[in-house]
């Protein structure tokens, strides 16, 4: 495909979808700057991987793989960034009611963390069945329909697998905090 091919399949195909992209992304991010940061990134990855297409039929399912993975990146650069603002004083000297709050404030961010890791962790020891079901609808946002839809499953079976899956992750996480195994 020469240049002007590769442009006009990208417009036609691609880049007409636009809406629907910015569409996924705000029911998932709901803000402006971060939904057109990770716009830009799938048109922008869209376009450089345009000759990795091998099926130009199924471009709107090669766009949203894109665009899931674009999202995924995301959010993992966001649960590996600090919980937190940083704040520096304005001088040398911090006194000590305000070495307390800011201590507080590191010790909260630290436990944040720690409980998003057990989670996760606990999430991902599930049956591949609730495990995938609850990672669309909670992390990439998709609506349970969305999800039967893509999954080519009946609506009330992926809500019956999500409220399941969300009952045995809740009862692990109870376990787990009185101590006991987390099965």
């Not at 946002?141 to 999800?147: H, N, P």
Request: with cysteine; net charge negative.
């Amino acid at each position: 495909m020469n240049n002007e091919e590769k442009r006009q399949f990208y417009m036609d195909h691609i880049y007409s979808h636009r809406k629907d992209v910015y569409r996924i992304l705000w029911s998932m991010f709901g803000d402006p700057d971060i939904v057109e940061e990770i716009a830009q990134g799938v048109l922008e990855h869209a376009w450089k991987g345009l000759d990795t297409l091998k099926d130009q039929n199924k471009s709107w399912a090669w766009l949203k793989g894109i665009l899931r993975n674009e999202s995924r990146t995301h959010i993992r650069k966001k649960e590996e960034s600090p919980a937190m603002e940083i704040w520096e004083p304005a001088c040398e000297y911090i006194g000590e009611d305000d070495l307390l709050c800011y201590e507080q404030d590191v010790l909260d961010s630290i436990v944040k963390k720690e409980t998003g890791a057990q989670i996760t962790e606990l999430l991902e020891q599930m049956d591949e069945k609730y495990k995938s079901v609850i990672k669309m609808h909670l992390i990439l946002q998709f609506s349970l329909k969305e999800i039967a839809n893509m999954k080519g499953m009946e609506y009330s079976t992926v809500r019956s697998l999500y409220s399941r899956g969300i009952r045995k992750l809740r009862n692990s996480c109870l376990s787990l905090e009185e101590g006991g195994s987390d099965e």
